[in-house]
């Protein structure tokens, strides 16, 4: 497969870091950068030589910052970290998040404050021009200091070391890199904490975060304008004026795309019996589009770390000064992630609460959807598995952020524990994407009963949904099906590009 080739020069959009995460895109290192790294590490080196006294470089970590390393050890030292902070434990990271590590450490290295050697960054591109995925377990991060453990993970394979997966391989790191042609690297002064002391895995799981909510965002807007018809829901609620006057721009953008979908629909219209519809159809755009909101400035929080130096001490070439602070420190992340997940929990809630509605036999719908009532329960339990995802997503949306804990002896005794808000935002996106699938079933289902019509654009989603799973007839095993119709959603292609994004233009 012939990839993109992404130069450093430029600005990088979430497009580009989707396609690193799927593997479509490789980073074309350059030779302006190579030149910031060599110049960079050599201010370093000066200074070491000098004998100068520098966390890190030449002492012990964390609160045994105050022991000094003589110059025979600072291989030692720096290999020593790597092996004694790889303690992640738990299921391992995706592809595309470790890929998302890869490229965000390589971007981080090369703006040349990290002093790192020149062949060290060529050693983590070679993994990602490879495709050889260090096997990172999700958990062991507190957030600050860097996600310490998973970086180490993430490190030991350029060592030699760890494990790595290769295709459907999972070999141990020598043997990964001796199948693509290539050597381990010794971590000199320095590198080992440069390579791990960073927000790298907060910040891949942010971004991939981006990149899916982007198309749930999408997705839940399809779904919610599916169930609208089949409930035979106001267009009233989705008139533009009504937008103009609260300018929410996530908000304006959802009445935008459900007006878009449901055009020529000829039962999406203002005026309508009952009046008013409840809330969780009536307020999609205002629940839908705080959301957006929160996930636009999540993606703007997620973007400008992507173009941080994160890692500690940060040298500075003219002048050779190694000042040590906190730029590893996730809070901005953690922040950004704990209002993410939140968002995306009440995707689910009112997702759900729809599903609920669809069930309770109004407006012309039977009750659960059901062919016989009573003999056939329908759907009936469908919407209780739909409140168990939903709860469990609101147990996750607890914010992490506020939960600090002490750690290295006192040294390090406030963290983020943005990590923990990344795994969960991550746990509670996939609920979601379960709930709307849920959903997706009952407002085809309330079609099929109603026979009314979504327009063109909504109908051609259904019949090709048919393809995968045929109308019901009466009751049936529902639990493959949720999985299909999942699959089914994640898989569509968006047809308007325009309207993938979480606000209007």
């Known amino acids: 497969m012939k990839r993109t080739a992404l130069t450093l020069q430029h600005a990088w959009s979430l497009d580009d870091w989707q396609a690193l995460a799927d593997g479509k895109a490789r980073i074309a290192l350059d030779s302006d950068s190579k030149l910031r790294v060599v110049a960079n590490r050599q201010a370093l080196m000066a200074r070491v030589e000098r004998g100068d006294v520098m966390y890190g470089v030449n002492t012990g970590f964390g609160s045994l910052c105050t022991t000094i390393i003589p110059g025979e050890e600072l291989q030692a030292l720096q290999a020593?970290?790597?092996?004694?902070?790889?303690?992640?434990?738990?299921?391992?990271?995706?592809?595309?998040?470790?890929?998302?590590?890869?490229?965000?450490?390589?971007?981080?290295?090369?703006?040349?404050?990290?002093?790192?050697?020149?062949?060290?960054?060529?050693?983590?591109?070679?993994?990602?021009?490879?495709?050889?995925?260090?096997?990172?377990?999700?958990?062991?991060?507190?957030?600050?200091?860097?996600?310490?453990?998973?970086?180490?993970?993430?490190?030991?394979?350029?060592?030699?070391?760890?494990?790595?997966?290769?295709?459907?391989?999972?070999?141990?790191?020598?043997?990964?890199?001796?199948?693509?042609?290539?050597?381990?690297?010794?971590?000199?002064?320095?590198?080992?904490?440069?390579?791990?002391?960073?927000?790298?895995?907060?910040?891949?799981?942010?971004?991939?975060?981006?990149?899916?909510?982007?198309?749930l965002s999408y997705l839940a807007d399809v779904v919610a304008s599916t169930s609208l018809v089949g409930f035979d829901g106001s267009s009233a609620p989705f008139d533009d004026r009504i937008h103009a006057v609260r300018p929410h721009g996530g908000q304006s953008l959802v009445a935008a795309r459900v007006r878009d979908f449901l055009q020529d629909s000829p039962t999406f219209v203002p005026i309508k019996d009952h009046v008013q519809d409840p809330y969780s159809f009536r307020c999609t755009p205002q629940v839908h589009g705080a959301s957006n909101d929160v996930w636009a400035h999540v993606t703007d929080v997620m973007m400008r770390e992507a173009i941080s130096v994160t890692d500690n001490p940060t040298v500075f070439t003219d002048g050779g000064e190694v000042i040590s602070a906190g730029n590893f420190h996730g809070q901005p992340l953690a922040l950004a992630l704990d209002y993410g997940k939140m968002a995306l929990c009440e995707w689910g809630s009112i997702s759900e609460r729809r599903i609920n509605q669809l069930c309770l036999g109004k407006r012309g719908l039977p009750a659960f959807l059901a062919h016989k009532p009573g003999t056939e329960s329908g759907i009936m339990i469908l919407q209780y598995s739909a409140a168990s995802l939903v709860s469990r997503n609101k147990v996750l949306s607890h914010p992490s952020s506020t939960d600090s804990i002490d750690s290295s002896a006192g040294q390090e005794d406030h963290v983020s524990m943005g990590s923990i808000a990344a795994i969960h935002a991550m746990e509670v996106m996939?609920?979601?994407?379960?709930?709307?699938?849920?959903?997706?079933?009952?407002?085809?289902?309330?079609?099929?009963?109603?026979?009314?019509?979504?327009?063109?654009?909504?109908?051609?989603?259904?019949?090709?949904?048919?393809?995968?799973?045929?109308?019901?007839?009466?009751?049936?095993?529902?639990?493959?099906?949720?999985?299909?119709?999942?699959?089914?959603?994640?898989?569509?292609?968006?047809?308007?590009?325009?309207?993938?994004?979480?606000?209007?233009?």
């Open 430 to 505: 996939e609920r979601v994407w379960t709930i709307l699938a849920m959903e997706w079933m009952a407002g085809t289902r309330a079609l099929d009963h109603s026979g009314r019509e979504t327009g063109p654009f909504l109908s051609g989603l259904i019949d090709a949904y048919r393809a995968w799973v045929p109308a019901a007839q009466g009751d049936r095993v529902l639990a493959d099906e949720i999985e299909v119709t999942k699959q089914f959603l994640q898989s569509l292609p968006i047809e308007d590009e325009d309207f993938l994004r979480f606000e209007l233009k």
């Open 80 to 215: 020593n970290l790597i092996r004694s902070h790889a303690v992640g434990t738990g299921p391992l990271v995706s592809s595309e998040v470790v890929r998302l590590m890869l490229a965000t450490k390589i971007k981080a290295l090369c703006q040349g404050f990290s002093a790192v050697e020149w062949s060290t960054v060529e050693a983590l591109n070679a993994l990602l021009d490879h495709d050889i995925l260090p096997e990172v377990p999700s958990m062991g991060s507190l957030g600050a200091s860097g996600d310490l453990a998973p970086l180490s993970h993430l490190t030991l394979v350029v060592m030699g070391e760890g494990r790595a997966r290769v295709g459907t391989q999972s070999l141990k790191g020598a043997e990964a890199l001796s199948l693509k042609g290539l050597q381990p690297i010794v971590l000199g002064a320095k590198e080992g904490l440069a390579l791990i002391n960073g927000t790298q895995f907060m910040l891949a799981h942010g971004l991939w975060l981006s990149v899916q909510t982007r198309r």
